[in-house]
């Protein structure tokens, strides 16, 4: 069949054909292919036609890529606890030395159980304050925003899984030769392992916590 339409072709009018060449150039630039020009040869249109046509498969077609959701880890507040708990024990032991210090540590982490929150969106883990979400400001420590891509994760570790006390993790995006980071767990441990082990990828020494 294809034989046949091209025999048609060949025994039309010269007239004729220049005309259905023209047509063929004009609805072609009317796609944004090709502008219309009368003297363009069916080979030149043909493969002006091709070249285009690759670059709109590739460029025009809609590409679906992975959004991911934003997740919060809850608050947890068994560490502070579990150390005001401690530094009660010390005091009715009458061990006020080492009682002070574990008692402002527990205090400390109590305070910031009910404000800080580790913020993990679509291609950074960020720390914000309270439940309105509010930047937190350069790090006191390092420098730089408290906002992290994940890409640029080197490692990260849990210290003890099944409770965990820390988060360690090392990233390149503050300096080029890694820097480090430990925070105390004061969210939901699971919740937290989970969206690291999604985000940032598998750690090699921390297993999946209990809680």
Known sequence: MATTLLSVHRFLPSQRRENVGNLSAFRTSLCG?????PNLSGRQIAGSYRNR?????????????????????E??????????GIAGGLVYTDNLVPAVPVGLLG??????TTRVRFVF???????????????????????????????TFVNWEFW???FPILVYFKETQTKPEGQIHFFPIIFNGKQLYDVMVERA?????SGPTES
């Not at 990828?201 to 020494?205: A, P, V």
């Open 33 to 37: 292919q090709v502008a219309f020009n």
């Open 53 to 73: 046509f690759v670059v709109n498969s590739l460029f025009g077609r809609k590409v679906k890529s992975k959004v991911r959701e934003t997740v919060i880890p």
């Open 75 to 84: 608050p947890d507040y068994r560490i502070p606890i579990v150390l005001l």
């Open 107 to 112: 205090l400390l982490l109590l305070f910031q």
């Open 121 to 151: 969106d679509n291609e950074a883990l960020e720390v914000k304050i309270g439940d309105q979400l509010q930047e937190s400001g350069e790090n006191a420590f390092v420098g730089g925003k408290n906002r992290w891509k994940y890409s």
């Open 160 to 162: 003890w899984p099944n």
């Open 201 to 205: 990828g598998t750690s090699k020494t």
